[in-house]
């Protein structure tokens, strides 16, 4: 759980809040704490949270609506310490092929809060913090013991590795164009993904 950076990452307190808890992470692992203003905390959880459920309950889940709104208020918002460039990805432009803006961020020392296939045709952010040549790594904020059924494509990493990353994912099942299969990117119109990074 440990980020390079010294603050630790967190996970959910409620099977709902991964788009606050992942954008907050994110930050944690740009910045050091002294260096984050108030003000950013209190927008992540003023925008996100804004989904509701089946019976009109508020607060069941983050629109991609209000990760851009975020991401755009991000990229405006500055001080002398706290300078984050965002950029939110949609469709097509969210895939691993040959010089993808992913991995290209993340080889820059970016990160990028990747919306993945979960359980029960839900969808899931979780953190990318690296990639190699066959898999990416994540730091999942929804604690759980194992994942079955998935073979060597999905592993969770217990304890987790040195930078944090709790999950790795194989490149190939990350990109499949499935909503059926989980820990994917899904299907081309529902895929999304924020890329963060510190601006200089």
Same mark, same amino acid.
């Given at each position: 759980m440990q980020n390079p950076r010294g603050a630790p990452f967190r996970y959910q307190l409620s099977e709902y809040d991964c788009v606050p808890v992942t954008?907050?992470?994110?930050?944690a692992r740009l910045f050091d704490r002294n260096?984050?203003?108030?003000?950013?905390? *209190?927008?992540? +959880?003023? +925008?996100?949270l804004d989904a509701s459920g089946r019976r009109g309950s508020f607060g069941r889940g983050s629109s991609d609506e209000s990760v851009r709104l975020?991401? %755009?208020?991000?990229? *405006?918002? %500055?001080?002398r310490k706290f300078r984050i460039g965002a950029e939110f990805l949609a469709g097509r432009e969210v895939n691993l092929g040959r010089g993808n803006r992913i991995v290209e961020c993340l080889n820059d020392k970016g990160v990028a809060?990747?919306?993945?296939? +979960?359980? #029960?045709g839900d969808w899931h952010y979780v953190l990318a913090l690296r990639a190699d040549s066959?898999?990416?790594y994540?730091?999942?904020? +929804?604690?759980?013991?194992?994942?079955?059924?998935?073979?060597? #494509?999905v592993k969770y990493i217990r304890p987790p590795a040195e930078d944090g990353a709790n999950l790795t994912v194989s490149?190939?099942?990350?990109?499949?164009?499935s909503n059926r299969r989980r820990?994917?990117?899904? %299907?081309?119109?529902n895929r999304d993904c924020l890329l963060m990074w510190r601006r200089r």
């Amino acid at each position: 759980m440990q980020n390079p950076r010294g603050a630790p990452f967190r996970y959910q307190l409620s099977e709902y809040d991964c788009v606050p808890v992942t954008i907050g992470n994110a930050i944690a692992r740009l910045f050091d704490r002294n260096e984050i203003p108030p003000e950013v905390v *209190q927008r992540i +959880y003023l +925008y996100t949270l804004d989904a509701s459920g089946r019976r009109g309950s508020f607060g069941r889940g983050s629109s991609d609506e209000s990760v851009r709104l975020l991401a %755009s208020w991000l990229q *405006q918002f %500055s001080t002398r310490k706290f300078r984050i460039g965002a950029e939110f990805l949609a469709g097509r432009e969210v895939n691993l092929g040959r010089g993808n803006r992913i991995v290209e961020c993340l080889n820059d020392k970016g990160v990028a809060l990747c919306n993945l296939t +979960y359980d #029960h045709g839900d969808w899931h952010y979780v953190l990318a913090l690296r990639a190699d040549s066959k898999r990416l790594y994540f730091f999942d904020p +929804y604690w759980r013991g194992n994942v079955r059924g998935l073979g060597k #494509h999905v592993k969770y990493i217990r304890p987790p590795a040195e930078d944090g990353a709790n999950l790795t994912v194989s490149r190939e099942w990350l990109d499949t164009a499935s909503n059926r299969r989980r820990f994917c990117l899904g %299907s081309w119109r529902n895929r999304d993904c924020l890329l963060m990074w510190r601006r200089r």
